[in-house]
């Protein structure tokens, strides 16, 4: 497993959570790293994107102002700090790691649920 995503759990509607992206074999700075959610019955989406070259920060427009993609290089770990979080965020939650300029994703990570109750 190149990718581990962990944190998520069973929270009510307004409280946080944060998600955990560490790379095993590989050493995530040299990588663009995405997160991205799978809610039930429908189809994977985009959520936060922390670029390898400049750094650069992106968001859905669904959790902007309301999560923060971050990373602790020493530890190898890109984290998805999620506040307020609405029964609307509930999701399996992925991270996903590519080489720029290439937009395609080539390692995933295997997901975590996030449950948030109303």
């Known amino acids: 497993v190149q990718l581990q995503a962990s944190g998520g759990g069973l929270v009510q509607a307004g409280e946080s959570l944060r998600l955990s992206c560490s790379g095993s074999t590989l050493t995530l700075e040299g990588f663009g790293i995405g997160w991205f959610r799978q809610a039930p019955g429908k189809e994977r989406e985009w959520v936060s994107y922390?670029?390898?070259?400049?750094?650069?920060?992106d968001y859905a427009d669904s959790v902007m102002g309301r999560f923060t993609i971050s990373e602790d290089v020493a530890e190898n770990t890109v984290y998805l700090q999620m506040n307020s979080l609405k029964p609307e965020d509930t999701a399996v939650y992925y991270c996903?790691?590519?080489?720029?300029?290439?937009?395609?994703?080539?390692?995933w990570g295997q997901g975590t649920l996030v449950t948030v109750s109303s």
């Open positions: 922390r670029g390898s070259r400049d750094g650069t920060r």
């Open positions: 996903a790691a590519r080489v720029a300029p290439s937009l395609q994703y080539d390692y």
